[in-house]
């Protein structure tokens, strides 16, 4: 009923392409006027983040400097940490290395880790959004273990994995599948009985209806799961690294903080921050093509 | 007599949900002739779409029976194909892909890929929605959706078209030309239509019988208006004759005959 509502207003069979733009008016606009337009979109678009970014390291700077012996001030951390900045890629051995080299390493981790959930999360959210016993015997388990916090998980996957490598995927794991799966099963539930009866005329078979209505159809649900489960992956990885140490970023801020050089972990944060912004628009973008635009981004 | 060829049988439809029973439809007769054009009117909430979704095998009869070409209806089947009032487009599929996909299921060992390609075309070129073919629903009108609902489900060659109240969404001008399109493809390929409306005037202009409904609960088939009017019909010529207004007439007393009787219930 709510298709109908929205399509009531729309007008009758119309044509299907726009009128082609007038010629002469596009002659008579030279091309320096359109580039013209198109770098005014632009600062349009990149003057309101800049000119606050500005202002808040402004603030900070001043704050900063009448607070001596607190946080450093923007300038100071660009004069301590001049070369962590601009050489993220030098590596001397050890853990001696650049940011992007430990960013790397707890990408990887995040890596496998939320591959194995993001498989795990939409399976068990099929099974549970398809089977009304499987969702009565399941979702209370599912609803109570995705409150505990992630690094509660780190004792208990130490004890299981005697080793740091293993405790840490296993930690991205159980943290990222439990949006995954939940919404995915959302979304499995939330199948419009339309798509069911079109499939039931059809007489689509239970292979050919989970590949060709149930997928496509909870696409943008799983992939609501996958954005919320790779930030939070992002997040439990930076803290268990701090406490489990080796390479990765959190062990950076770490190994920085026992050092005393707060700069660095100033410019770890921002690596932090920018990471986990890039995952965020990677899923986000990957959803939008998997499911063909109708993921929202 | 011989049997007509869909044969709806003393159908009854009863839901339960927990203690509460609600009887939608009892002692449901109907019999449509191959070919024929029939609309089933009534109030909203009188079980006609019941009736359609149980004829489509969507909902099982509590008694009763319904029978196509001598064969019980037990499940849907693409022999019943039904054009939904909300269209039920897959939105991630083009207007091709989503005649495409009926087509591939429907005709999977009997055509080719090639005959399948053309078929879908074809039907697509039935209800003019060429040019758009490779729109996604949502880049379409309303109007637009419910012709490749039209396409998809004469696509797979039904016995019976049913349709579930199909331009009820829409407004008025995009439904008269629907309307006419709907007229001009009944005219080709002969096909035997079941309709659900509302609207008394698409009710007289498409059908060949009207099927008025009482009110629910238990609601039955309250009576048959056989339309006169001679095909093809022109929507500008036929609304002064006299046949037109005459089945018209006595929809529309029926209709109003059941609200009066409604409203003293109440």
């Given amino acids: 009923m709510l298709m109908s509502a929205i399509t009531e207003g729309e007008p009758a069979p119309a044509p299907a392409s726009p009128p082609p733009a007038p010629e002469p008016r596009r002659m008579a606009a030279p091309a320096p006027s359109r580039l013209a337009e198109r770098l005014r979109q632009g600062v349009a678009l990149v003057f309101p983040p800049v000119l606050m970014l500005g202002l808040c390291l402004a603030v900070w700077q001043v704050v900063a400097n009448n607070n001596p012996g607190g946080l450093p001030a923007p300038l100071t951390i660009w004069s301590d940490s001049r070369e962590l900045i601009l050489h993220p890629f030098f590596d001397r051995g050890g853990v001696d290395k650049g940011l992007f080299w430990h960013a790397m390493t707890s990408l990887s981790r995040v890596g496998v880790g939320f591959s194995l959930a993001a498989v795990a999360g939409v399976a068990l959210g099929v099974l549970v959004g398809s089977s009304r016993f499987a969702h009565r015997g399941l979702d209370p388990i599912f609803q109570v273990l995705r409150t505990v916090p992630p690094l509660a998980w780190l004792p208990i996957s130490l004890a299981m994995f005697k080793q740091a490598q293993p405790s840490a995927l296993f930690v991205i794991f159980i943290t990222a599948i439990w949006p995954i799966m939940i919404n995915t099963a959302v979304g499995v539930r939330n199948i419009p009985q339309d798509y069911v009866n079109v499939s039931r005329v059809m007489r689509l078979s239970p292979l050919e209806y989970f590949f060709k209505i149930l997928l496509p159809a909870a696409t943008p649900y799983i992939f609501t799961g996958l954005r919320i489960g790779v930030g939070m992956s992002w997040l439990a990885i930076v803290a268990s690294e701090m406490l489990l140490g080796g390479v990765g970023v959190g062990f950076f801020i770490w190994d920085q903080y026992n050092a005393s050089r707060i700069s660095d972990i100033v410019v770890a944060l921002v690596w932090v921050g920018l990471v986990g912004f890039a995952l965020d628009r990677m899923v986000a973008l990957l959803g939008h093509i998997v499911s063909r635009g109708t993921a929202s981004n | ?266």
């Avoid at chain 2, 079980?47 to 209806?73: C, E, H, M």
């Avoid at chain 2, 090639?114 to 039935?126: D, K, S, V």
């Avoid at chain 2, 001008?173 to 080709?188: F, K, P, V």
């Fill in chain 2, 1 to 266: 007599m011989a049997k007509a060829y869909l044969s709806i049988e003393d159908v009854g439809v009863t839901f339960t949900r927990g203690k509460a029973v609600s009887e939608v439809l009892r002692g449901v007769d109907l019999k449509v002739e191959k070919g024929e054009f029939v609309s089933i009117i009534g109030h909203s909430g009188c079980g006609k779409s019941t009736l359609l979704n149980v004829v489509a095998g969507l909902l099982p009869v509590s008694t009763g029976a319904v029978i196509l070409d001598r064969q019980a209806i037990e499940q849907p089947g693409p022999d019943r194909a039904v054009v939904f009032q909300n269209h039920s487009l897959l939105p991630w599929l083009t207007a091709y892909e989503n005649v495409r996909l009926a087509v591939d299921k429907v005709f999977a060992g009997h055509k080719t890929r090639a005959e399948r390609h053309a078929w879908t075309l074809h039907n697509l070129e039935l209800v003019q929605m060429t040019p758009a073919k490779d729109k996604k629903p949502a880049e379409i009108s309303g109007g637009m959706k419910q012709r490749v609902g039209i396409a998809r489900a004469l696509a797979m060659e039904p016995k019976v078209l049913l349709l579930d109240e199909p331009f009820g969404a829409l407004d008025a001008l995009t439904r008269a030309s629907l309307q006419d399109g709907i007229m001009e493809i009944h005219a080709r390929l002969a096909n035997t239509v079941l309709m659900i409306t509302h609207d008394v005037d698409e009710a007289v202009l498409l059908s060949d019988r009207i099927v008025m409904m009482t009110n629910g609960p238990a609601a039955s088939v309250g009576g048959i208006v056989e339309v006169g009017l001679p095909r093809p019909r022109r929507r500008i010529e036929v609304d002064s004759h006299p046949a037109y207004l005459g089945a018209r007439h006595r929809v529309i007393e029926f209709l109003h005959a059941g609200h009066a009787a409604a409203r003293v219930a109440a």
